[in-house]
């Protein structure tokens, strides 16, 4: 007996690995699922300390940054930018996992099986014995998948030693083998028939992944619109500070030149406290300002998602770059519109969503329809008293075994699951189109403001640069005038005020210009674009 065993088992051995070397025979296009163009990685899979982070921006014990170095690190390095990046590639791995849905499937399964019982009285007469004993390996080696328009087949080889007295008194051997080999098909002819219906899940998967990554470049644009204004924020409070800083100079020598004069009995004492009260004015304002360049240098740490501590936190964060927009700078409304159409990720995402949704619909409709599968199977069954023998004859004999046969089913009271299902897939399909309206509604709203601000913040800036000129003028006359004893220390200080809110006000029309540009390139989508960050897109896809 267990020289028999170890030849079945031999036998189902060798037969497995022919299995696996050969494998069932497959259509091309029903091996692999298409692979699509993979996708640039994430920008950052990591938050990275501030020694490494920051190493390009320091110079000569400050940090000093650009408005395209703060974008680039805010991109790398803040949270949202990073857990967007994971999410993208959580819905990459799902896609993967459905694009796996060609793949075959091995199954092995060994059974023993031992039957002692007793005959009934027929079955004694004719055998002439009571009892009824028979031992049973049973062993099978299959291959089983999916093909393109939603057949399911099985390739199995099956091999059976059975020992009974049965097979000793026809054979005169204790032992006989069956090896079968079978094919098994089943192919759906309406519900789940067809190439789309079979990689609806696959196709959705795609769109789902395709979704995700547009979502991580909106939030990518987000990011980077955010380190935009951070960045102005911290330039305009870093030159407000200089700005006051120099009226805190001023005001400092207006004191020491006002002491010389009442010494001199050219101006009255009286004009000192004045001078001295001005002075006091300006140094308030200039603490206030410190208190908001610290609060934006802070932002910007924030930003960087890094934690001010150590050496570096000591370090001053600086702006070393000046708004460089000018009122001459032109802006064209068709040509927004159409760059906001190509690259903005909403108008991608909408278009999107209507794919997905049409494939939904278009699945729903399928699974609607009523179950009519057309159902085969062919085997060559061969029966020897050698294990080797039966593998091999299994496969070239002239004995066969074969069906052919359709199924069908359908409910009985109208199918209102799949009916009701189409018709919530067609609504989401026409919810995503009327989003998409709306979408395109909103993003050229949203560029004619952009486009209206930009405009305005021309215009101001000119008259800004107008009046400081025109402030700077009359301030040059009162302190002419003043030397001269012709007017008071009072309207020295006023002109002086003036010119300084003249100043203040044109440094921040120069800032909101250069805001309002880098609002109208969020609007436009080519935020990253234009400071060179190489952002995740839609790359060309494959066998779709």
Do not use: C
Not at 246 to 270: F, H, N
Not at 357 to 362: M, N, Q, S, V
């Amino acid at each position: 007996m267990g020289t028999r065993v170890r030849g079945f088992k031999g036998a189902l051995l060798a037969s497995a690995l022919h299995m696996l070397v050969s494998g069932p025979a497959l259509a091309d296009d029903a091996v692999i699922a298409p692979e699509r163009a993979k996708r640039p990685a994430p920008v950052a899979a990591t938050i990275r300390p501030a020694e490494e982070a920051l190493a390009p921006a320091v110079s000569e014990g400050e940090i000093r940054l650009s408005t395209a170095l703060l974008v680039s690190l805010a991109v790398s390095q803040n949270a949202r930018s990073i857990s967007s990046a994971v999410a993208a590639e959580v819905a990459g791995a799902l896609s993967d996992a459905e694009r796996a849905l060609y793949e075959p499937t091995l199954s092995v399964e060994y059974r023993y099986n031992r039957d002692y019982t007793e005959y009934d009285a027929l079955d004694e007469v004719i055998r002439a014995t009571k009892l009824f004993d028979q031992r049973a390996h049973n062993g099978s080696l299959g291959v089983e998948g999916l093909v393109p328009y939603g057949g399911r087949y099985e390739v199995k080889y099956k091999l059976v030693g059975t020992r009974s007295d049965n097979v000793v008194k026809a054979r005169k051997e204790d032992t006989e083998y069956k090896a079968t080999f079978e094919i098994t098909l089943r192919q759906p002819l309406l519900r789940n028939f067809g190439s789309n219906a079979t990689r609806s899940r696959l196709m959705i998967a795609e769109k789902d992944q395709d979704v995700a990554y547009e979502q991580y470049r909106l939030k990518l644009l987000e990011v980077a619109g955010d380190a935009v204004d951070s960045y102005w924020s911290l330039y305009g409070a870093q030159e407000t500070v200089s700005l006051l800083r120099g009226s805190v100079a001023k005001a400092e020598k207006l004191v020491s030149m006002t002491e010389q004069m009442a010494d001199a009995g050219r101006a009255p004492r009286i004009s000192i406290d004045e001078a001295r009260a001005g002075l006091t004015a300006r140094q308030v304002r200039l603490a206030q300002a410190e208190k908001t360049l610290a609060d934006a240098e802070t932002r910007v740490w924030t930003l960087l998602n890094l934690q001010r501590h150590g050496k570096l936190g000591d370090l001053a964060v600086r702006a070393s770059e000046r708004p460089s927009r000018s009122a001459a700078d032109a802006v064209v409304w068709d040509a927004s519109v159409a760059r906001a159409r190509e690259n903005w990720p909403e108008y991608a995402i909408a278009k999107l969503q209507i794919e997905r949704e049409t494939i939904r619909a278009e699945y729903a409709e399928n699974q609607a329809r009523p179950d009519l599968d057309l159902v085969a199977s062919y085997s060559t069954p061969r029966i020897t008293d050698s294990p080797l023998l039966s593998s091999r004859d299994a496969l070239h004999a002239d004995y066969n075994s074969w069906f052919v046969g359709v199924t069908y089913k359908m409910p009985l009271l109208g199918n209102g699951r799949g009916s009701n299902e189409a018709k919530a897939a067609s609504l989401g399909r026409r919810r995503a189109v009327t989003d998409s309206e709306a979408t395109d509604v909103a993003v050229t709203n949203a560029i004619r403001s952009r486009i209206d601000a930009v405009r305005s913040n021309q215009k101001q800036l000119a008259e800004n640069e107008r009046a400081a000129t025109l402030r700077q003028g009359l301030l040059s006359a009162a302190l002419d005038q003043f030397e001269k004893g012709r007017i008071s220390l009072k309207e020295v200080l006023d002109r002086e005020e003036e010119l300084l809110e003249s100043q203040r006000q044109n440094l921040v029309a120069h800032v909101e210009l250069d805001r309002a540009f880098a609002a109208l390139d969020m609007a436009e989508g080519m935020l990253l674009q234009r400071y060179g960050i190489n952002a995740v897109s839609m790359p060309e896809k494959r066998g779709r």
